[in-house]
């Protein structure tokens, strides 16, 4: 995190969460300096989210070493956040006509082969953009007919492909030793 006490404050919220894992700060931490401290770390423009989750997808890896093959669970997701302003730039998610705003997530979970979870190999997320209905029944159309025009990177579902890729580099890396065997769903 380029920083000792913004590494030391991560550790401490860890440590919180996992004595406490109630899902948001106000009820993992119970004293109003905790809550103000950890509210202030992830509010922290320097903390690097991408970082992070290298950190965390590395020692997923590196906890697999041991194993001579994983199961890595790809699957993704519509996670709903509420944004009634608008000022969090969060993007349609679920059915268009219900209007729900939040972020796209693929999850890649490593578990050993009895089960026990090792942790994520990896996590994308993104946020689709508003797109007019018309649009959108020509993007379907066009798909559906293999003439969509957009590069297969700019594709959502080059999530996918980004999400093995990453899996696949950690592993190499940390655990060479591993095989890790992909379950899509």
Known sequence: LGDARREARLLQIAAGAERRPAGTITATFRGSAQREAAFR???????????????????TAHRSRTERVIIVAVDGCSLSLPDPTGARGFGPVGSYHRMVKGVQVM??????????P??????????????????????RCKTRSNDDPRPLEARESYA?????RAGVR???????????????D
């Open 41 to 59: 770390f992830v509010e922290n423009d320097a903390v690097d989210v991408t970082a992070l989750g290298e950190a965390s997808y590395g020692a």
């Open 107 to 116: 999850n890649s979970l490593a578990v050993t082969r009895d089960g026990c």
């Open 118 to 139: 090792l942790g994520l190999l990896d996590q994308q997320w993104w946020v689709r953009k508003e797109t007019p209905v018309g649009e959108r029944v020509e993007r």
């Open 160 to 164: 996918w492909v980004r999400a093995l």
């Open 170 to 184: 950690r592993m190499r890396e940390h655990a060479p030793g591993c095989t890790p065997w992909y379950q899509l």
